[in-house]
T-cell receptor
């Protein structure tokens, strides 16, 4: 079974802090994704990566950056956390051409920025 | 971009009842998935079904790609079926991102 893990289930940070969210998958998938989920807005794509060191902006990349130094690991970075980044963050991975393969999700990280 | 609409937005069922959830999309797709999000936020894969029909226990799904819709059937519902059901699609061609519908919130009451 595909396993996608995220570094924290719950995280509380202060405004202005630099925040790292880490995602690891164990199935050698090429593609990895970061989404945020907010009530009434559904899941929105922040960034995705289709190869090591490659990244593409999603729908809402502002205020975020990503890093993919190894195939199995995809990090989401909040350079200077703000209260409007309080959200549920979900990581996913898939095989094949980005968007074409079945996506598998991690358990999510609930981030609160005070 | 592609539009994905799910209906109904909310659904309350008595345990044991059957239901049909619908997903409409506005363009041709290469990929369609159904997910169940449990109360803890985990998205669980139900079906990867760009076309055709699949069944898994009490759940089944049908996608009619030419008519741009997919249906998820839940039979003999149980309280553990409660949660939010999402469909997600990716348009044909290239590195197309996946677009999620806004979900159907299902509550199954004993």
């Amino acid at each position: 079974d595909v396993k996608v893990t995220q570094s924290s289930r719950y995280l509380v940070k202060r405004t202005g802090e630099k925040v790292f969210l880490e995602c690891v998958q164990d199935m050698d998938h090429e593609n990895m994704f970061w989404y945020r989920q907010d009530p009434g807005l559904g899941l929105r794509l922040i960034y995705f990566s289709y190869d090591v060191k490659m990244k593409e902006k999603g729908d809402i990349p502002e205020g975020y950056s990503v890093s993919r130094e190894k195939k199995e690991r995809f990090s989401l970075i909040l350079e200077s956390a703000s209260t409007n980044q309080t959200s549920m963050y979900l990581c996913a991975s898939s095989l094949g051409l980005a968007g074409q393969g079945e996506q598998f999700f991690g358990p999510g990280t609930r981030l609160t920025v005070l | 971009g592609i539009q994905v609409e799910q209906s109904p937005p909310d659904l309350i069922l008595q345990e044991g009842a059957n239901s049909t959830l619908r997903c409409n999309f506005s363009d041709s797709v290469n990929n369609l998935q159904w997910f169940h999000q449990n109360p803890w936020g985990q998205l669980i894969n139900l079906f990867y079904i760009p076309s055709g029909t699949k069944q898994n226990g009490r759940l089944s799904a049908t996608t009619v790609a030419t008519e741009r819709y997919s249906l998820l059937y839940i039979s003999s519902s149980q309280t553990t079926d409660s949660g939010v059901y999402f469909c997600a699609v990716a348009q044909r061609g290239g590195y197309q991102k996946v677009t999620f519908g806004t979900g159907t919130k299902l509550q199954v009451i004993p």
